[in-house]
């Protein structure tokens, strides 16, 4: 009988994966500052379900630390012997090799079940384990992928390959934490992993799965009771701050960053007058007032389309960062397996993105191609005195509706 679990309990397993770190230290023992060892126990809604080793070496903590960590033995001594020299010194080949760094995390004894022995999985609990352990000045290293015989150092190798590690040997793979490509490839697969979880999908999948996507060719759009609620406060949030502005502004010119909302818009903004203020602002207004009675949000214009861009922006950083304020936000709501996943949130509640071109300096003067270059490219409204004409006439917003600010 199989033990590979059903999609749904897969994708709730997926949205509970923890990692718990373990490592003793003694305080008075010189054997444990150059070298420390971590313990990384994985489980998924309480139950173990993996772990690996990082073996962290710290090059200006040990006299020699080729010696320490060859007396680690298995692979951190076989990263010891290619990486540092008799004198316990960095290579000439890694020096060249690698960006700045000064201390070695090495990765490897992984074991994983079954339901999750992933690629996927085990690169964004590897990256979570540099997060953890490293700054940008470590080379962490893996095996490489023809050098891996068993699955689960095959999976890790992969990983690594999923994260831009780059092989150094037939052995080693090292990904460089000085580099932005490791951090880009981490949060690529990051993204993948949550897409899994909201989707009730299994651990392992095809290249070629579509993620979330239904018959028709279209996601699900709607929202999570604690996603939409967030949201919401942090599209209030934005309004009270470019009220602020309008109040403060008026008609003046702005210069980039002036102002806490205004300022962080597209330069062709700059000069609007504030009338344009005050109808950007009541875009931030009308997207809140909509989730307070829909729990549903469609931009219905090019302006709600930017509102919402940085509602979803200042929404992922409340969660980051004022975790106290949003679990009194949403507390009593209903905990989902898609709360908070504000990339999907980014993909699915816009027709296209094409506002954002705005602010790629290369295509200055997109907005003024005209209505016939436009339509050819598919752009629409982007000119700034264009960005509250709605998309359909028939979705248009009551006139009459009036300004929350005098």
Same mark, same amino acid.
């Given at each position: 009988?199989?033990?590979?679990?059903?999609?749904?309990?897969?994708?709730?397993?997926?949205?509970?994966?923890?990692?718990?770190?373990?490592?003793?230290?003694?305080?008075?023992?010189?054997?444990?500052?150059?070298?420390?060892?971590?313990?990384?126990?994985?489980?998924?809604?309480?139950?173990?379900?993996?772990?690996?080793?990082?073996?962290?070496?710290?090059?200006?903590?040990?006299?020699?630390?080729?010696?320490?960590?060859?007396?680690?033995?298995?692979?951190?001594?076989?990263?010891?012997?290619?990486?540092?020299?008799?004198?316990?010194?960095?290579?000439?080949?890694?020096?060249?090799?690698?960006?700045?760094?000064?201390?070695?995390?090495?990765?490897?004894?992984?074991?994983?079940?079954?339901?999750?022995?992933?690629?996927?999985?085990?690169?964004?609990?590897?990256?979570?384990?540099?997060?953890?352990?490293?700054?940008?000045?470590?080379?962490?290293?893996?095996?490489?992928?023809?050098?891996?015989?068993?699955?689960?150092?095959?999976?890790?190798?992969? $990983?690594? #390959? =999923?994260?831009? !590690?780059? %092989?150094?040997?037939? @052995?080693?793979?090292?990904? &460089?934490? +000085?580099?932005?490509?490791?951090?880009?490839?981490?949060?690529?697969?990051?993204?993948?992993?949550?897409?899994?979880?909201?989707?009730?999908?299994?651990?392992?999948?095809?290249?070629?799965?579509?993620?979330?996507?239904?018959?028709?060719?279209?996601?699900?759009?709607?929202?999570?009771?604690?996603? $939409?609620? #967030? =949201?919401?406060? !942090?599209? %209030?949030?934005?309004? @009270?701050?470019?009220?602020? &502005?309008? +109040?403060?502004?008026?008609?003046?010119?702005?210069?980039?960053?002036?102002?806490?909302?205004?300022?962080?818009?597209?330069?062709?903004?700059?000069?609007?007058?504030?009338?344009?203020?005050?109808?950007?602002?009541?875009?931030?207004?009308?997207?809140?007032?909509?989730?307070?009675?829909?729990?549903?949000?469609?931009? =219905?214009?090019?302006?709600? %389309?930017?509102?919402?861009?940085?509602?979803?922006?200042?929404?992922?950083?409340?969660?980051?960062?004022?975790?106290?304020?949003?679990?009194?936000?949403?507390?009593?709501?209903?905990?989902?397996?898609?709360?908070?996943?504000?990339?999907?949130?980014?993909?699915?509640?816009?027709?296209?993105?094409?506002?954002?071109?705005?602010?790629?300096?290369?295509?200055?003067?997109?907005?003024?191609?005209?209505?016939?270059?436009?339509?050819?490219?598919?752009?629409?409204?982007?000119?700034?005195?264009?960005?509250?004409?709605?998309?359909?006439?028939?979705?248009?917003?009551?006139?009459?509706?009036?300004?929350?600010?005098?």
């Amino acid at each position: 009988m199989s033990t590979q679990p059903d999609p749904a309990a897969a994708g709730a397993d997926l949205a509970r994966l923890t990692l718990d770190f373990h490592h003793t230290h003694q305080l008075l023992d010189p054997a444990a500052q150059g070298v420390q060892t971590w313990e990384v126990r994985i489980t998924a809604a309480g139950t173990p379900v993996g772990s690996l080793t990082a073996v962290r070496g710290l090059y200006w903590k040990s006299d020699n630390l080729r010696e320490r960590m060859t007396d680690e033995q298995s692979f951190p001594a076989l990263v010891a012997a290619q990486l540092l020299d008799d004198e316990g010194r960095f290579t000439y080949a890694f020096e060249e090799f690698i960006e700045s760094a000064s201390s070695i995390l090495v990765v490897d004894q992984l074991h994983m079940e079954e339901a999750f022995a992933d690629p996927v999985v085990v690169a964004v609990v590897v990256a979570a384990v540099i997060d953890r352990l490293t700054d940008n000045y470590f080379a962490v290293v893996l095996p490489a992928e023809n050098a891996s015989t068993d699955a689960d150092s095959v999976l890790l190798a992969e $990983a690594g #390959v =999923l994260l831009s !590690a780059r %092989e150094f040997s037939d @052995e080693l793979q090292i990904i &460089d934490t +000085a580099l932005a490509a490791p951090e880009e490839a981490a949060q690529r697969v990051r993204r993948r992993l949550r897409s899994l979880a909201r989707h009730e999908q299994s651990a392992a999948w095809d290249e070629e799965d579509d993620e979330g996507w239904d018959e028709d060719g279209e996601e699900d759009e709607e929202l999570t009771a604690r996603t $939409a609620t #967030v =949201l919401r406060v !942090a599209l %209030e949030e934005l309004s @009270e701050q470019i009220w602020q &502005d309008v +109040a403060a502004l008026g008609n003046a010119p702005l210069r980039r960053g002036q102002g806490r909302v205004l300022g962080s818009l597209p330069p062709i903004t700059f000069r609007q007058d504030q009338q344009w203020r005050r109808q950007m602002a009541r875009c931030f207004d009308d997207l809140a007032a909509d989730l307070a009675k829909t729990h549903t949000v469609r931009p =219905l214009c090019t302006g709600e %389309e930017m509102a919402l861009h940085l509602g979803i922006d200042r929404a992922k950083s409340l969660t980051r960062n004022r975790p106290r304020l949003v679990a009194e936000t949403v507390e009593g709501l209903a905990e989902d397996r898609g709360d908070f996943d504000w990339d999907w949130c980014s993909t699915v509640l816009f027709e296209d993105h094409d506002v954002l071109m705005l602010f790629d300096a290369s295509l200055d003067g997109i907005e003024d191609g005209g209505n016939d270059i436009n339509h050819a490219l598919g752009l629409a409204n982007l000119a700034a005195a264009d960005w509250f004409e709605p998309f359909r006439p028939d979705q248009a917003r009551d006139p009459d509706r009036g300004f929350r600010h005098p």
